[in-house]
Structures are given as C-alpha cells and as structure tokens.
T-cell receptor, first 115, second 113 residues
Framework: DTGVSQDPRHKITKRGQNVTFRCDPI?????LYWYRQTLGQGPEFLTY????????KSRLLSDRFSAERPKGSFSTLEIQRTEQGDSAMYLC?????????????FGPGTRLTVT | DAKTTQPTSMDCAEGRAANLPCNHS???????VYWYRQIHSQGPQYIIH???NNETNEMASLIITEDRKSSTLILPHATLRDTAVYYC??????????????FGPGTRLSVLP
C-alpha cells in the first residue's frame, strides 16, 4: 500500500498526558498537512509543511500542539497536557510536488480519546 | 468559513445517478472547485476538481455552470459503497498562505438498495 499511513490508529489517554502521532506521506509528495475532525464536522486545518519547513499554522494550533517534519519525509504531531476537548480524529494528508496539482491524499487518521 | 453551501443530506437509489449540487457564488477567477468524500471512519478521499470546464474521471463527473457560481458532482451509477459525506471546496490553484482546504459540513449521501 503506497498511500498515506498514520500511527497509531487509536489512542486513549488520560487528561494531562502527552501524546505523539506519526504520519508517513506518499513518498514523492513534498507537501504535508495536519487536520483535526470532531464528530459531525468536516476536517479543520491545523498546519502545513512544504518539505521540512512549517509554512502555516492555524490559530487552532495552541501552544500545547507542536508538529515537526525533520527530514521532509514523515511528520509528528505532539499534544502536551492533553485536555478532554482534544478528543478528535487527527488526519494527515499529503499532496504532490507538481506546481499545478493541489489535491490532497488523506491517511486513515488517528482517533484520540482523552478521558 | 467554508465558501460553499451544500444540502445537508440526499438519498439515491442504487444503480441510479447521484447528482450532488454545490453553490459557490463568491468564487474567484483563480479558484478551483474540489470534491472529496468521506466514508465512515476513514480519511477523506479525493474525487475530482475543475476550474471552468466540465471534468470526468473514473469516479465521477464534475459539471460547472458557465458563471462558475455552482457545480454538480455526478456519480453515474451509484452503489451502496458510495454512501458517504461529500464535500465541495473551493481554493486557489497556487500556493498561498491561508488558502488551504476549508471543509464545510458536506452532504451526507445515502445510497438505498
């Protein structure tokens, strides 16, 4: 399978704990995105990388959230001191290197439950 | 906020064409129309996109009105596996900060046997 992969698929944690999620994009894609999706809503943009550079962050990305893409390949999203409101599906997407193609390909997501 | 409006839900009989409308009356000349769908518990799946010409691929057809203020996604022969939430999104066709995909609530399509 050469699609976007995310790990873990499910995470249950207690309030106040730190969690880290990983995303492996499609290998030739240089753009990588993180989204958050709560029940019944569409995905909400969190942050965007082009290669290793984090070029954009949503105001939804509070100080407790940090994302990295150190070598321009896989990316990690860390949430510190989790709160119950962080419970959501966290989606990663990648898009091609082409200057004229912006369709994004999504992974299966990581479902976070904060108890 | 999403720049598109879509019906909340639609039903379609299996084997019939599903026509999903989308209004984007404030679309700019450099904005493309993208369609995605999300099957329950999966990530969104890219379907098709277009600027002003009608487009067709192996999944669907996209019909954009001449004034570009609305579009219709057509699934020619809907199957039960097409039951999903369908999102219509507009965005510019080049990298521009603040112009990432903005998903609205979408249309929940139910394909009925």
């Amino acid at each position: 399978d050469t699609g976007v992969s995310q790990d873990p698929r499910h995470k249950i944690t207690k309030r106040g704990q730190n969690v880290t999620f990983r995303c492996d994009p499609i290998s030739e894609h240089n753009r990588l995105y993180w989204y958050r999706q709560t029940l019944g809503q569409g995905p909400e943009f969190l942050t965007y990388f082009q290669n290793e550079a984090q070029l954009e962050k949503s105001r939804l990305l509070s100080d407790r959230f940090s994302a990295e893409r150190p070598k321009g390949s896989f990316s990690t999203l860390e949430i510190q001191r989790t709160e119950q409101g962080d419970s959501a599906m966290y989606l990663c997407a990648s898009s091609p290197r082409s200057a004229s193609s912006y369709e994004q390909y999504f992974g299966p997501g990581t479902r976070l439950t904060v108890t | 906020d999403a720049k598109t409006t879509q019906p909340t839900s639609m039903d379609c009989a299996e084997g019939r064409a599903a026509n999903l409308p989308c209004n984007h009356s404030t679309i700019s000349g450099n904005e493309y129309v993208y369609w995605y769908r999300q099957i329950h518990s999966q990530g969104p799946q890219y379907i098709i996109h277009g600027l002003k010409n009608n487009e067709t691929n192996e999944m669907a057809s996209l019909i954009i009105t001449e004034d570009r203020k609305s579009s219709t996604l057509i699934l020619p022969h809907a199957t039960l596996r097409d039951t999903a939430v369908y999102y219509c999104i507009v965005r510019v066709g080049y990298d521009n900060y603040g112009q990432n995909f903005v998903f609205g609530p979408g249309t929940r399509l139910s394909v009925l046997p």
